[in-house]
């Protein structure tokens, strides 16, 4: 299957900063990724779907200027969570090819904001 | 609205079965997946169903009737590293993306006791 590689896995950041997430296809070239947060014992919930070349679209109630994302390759795309906050604080999780039925997924990012 | 409904929490000891159901109401309906995720880390897919009926993958196997807006996955011959959230995911849409959108249930945490 397809590898999604995804950095880094844990990150803790003071409040007020900005913390970049880097999501990675390795072994073949996506033109769409996506992006999601996932709460403790939550289910994952769509933030973004990045587009390559374009602007991401992002999913209602998720704000576009918090949440920046950038597609610039067909390999690479980047979540920067600006002027965090504790309640930024989750698991975020990017997702990249696959097939019908088999979604590819990062390894995911912890966010601890304090 | 749309929405997956599945179980929060099911124990089981070791070698028993686990069966977890997966009821859906989405707008359309291309296929639902399963998936297993570990504490901390990423989804892994276990089983993709498009039509109607069982599909065996080792000790699990994915059950799906479209009539009844239904499926499961079945766990067999438990093990202790099966303890892991299990998230059912329908695709709703068929877009130009082959892998459209997907929706996804809030996970059952299936705990696996000695």
């Known amino acids: 299957g397809a590898v999604v590689s995804q950095h880094p896995s844990w990150v803790i950041c003071k409040s007020g900063t900005s913390v970049k997430i880097e999501c990675r296809s390795l072994?073949?070239?996506?033109?769409?990724m996506f992006w999601y947060r996932q709460f403790p014992k939550q289910s994952l919930m769509l933030m973004a779907t990045?587009?390559?070349?374009?602007?991401?679209?992002?999913e209602q109630g998720v704000e576009k200027d918090k949440f920046l994302i950038n597609h610039a390759s067909l390999t690479l795309s980047t979540l920067t969570v600006t002027s965090a906050h504790p309640e930024d604080s989750s698991f975020y999780i990017c997702r990249a090819g696959g097939g019908t039925g088999e979604l590819f997924f990062g390894e995911g990012s912890r966010l601890t904001v304090l | 609205g749309q929405s997956l409904e599945q179980p929060s929490e099911v124990t089981a000891v070791e070698g028993a079965i686990v069966q977890i159901n997966c009821t859906y109401q989405?707008?359309?309906?291309?296929?639902l997946s399963w998936y297993q995720q570990h504490d901390g880390g990423a989804p892994t897919f276990l089983s993709y169903n498009a039509l109607d009926g069982l599909e065996e993958t080792g000790r699990f196997s994915s059950f799906l009737s479209r009539s009844d807006s239904y499926g499961y996955l079945l766990l067999q011959e438990l093990q202790m590293k099966d303890s892991a959230s299990y998230f059912c995911?329908?695709?709703?849409?068929?877009?130009?993306?082959?892998?459209?959108?997907?929706?996804f249930g809030a996970g059952t945490q299936v705990v696996v006791t000695p």
């Open positions: 989405t707008s359309g309906f291309y296929g």
């Open positions: 990045s587009n390559e070349g374009s602007k991401a679209t992002y």
């Open positions: 072994d073949f070239q996506a033109t769409t």
């Open positions: 995911a329908v695709r709703d849409r068929k877009t130009t993306d082959s892998w459209g959108k997907f929706q």
